[in-house]
């Protein structure tokens, strides 16, 4: 069975997650060491992909 390390998305660095072929993600907080970002994936049979968030915006009174 193959194992895939997560690259960050941002800065590209191995972050400390692993997949395997089998792995099923949704919706999976994401944190990088070096960036010091988190960022929300998906991921399936070793693929990845990002979920933009929305901006949110401030509430006015």
Do not use: F
């Not at 792995?23 to 960022?39: A, D, I, M, S």
């Amino acid at each position: 069975m193959k194992n895939q390390w997560i690259l960050c998305p941002v800065c590209g660095s191995k972050t400390r997650d692993r997949l395997r072929e089998d792995t099923v993600l949704k919706n999976y907080p994401l944190y990088c060491p070096k960036c010091k970002q988190e960022t929300l994936i998906n991921a399936k049979e070793l693929h990845i992909t990002v979920i933009k968030e929305p901006d949110t915006q401030m509430q006015s009174r």
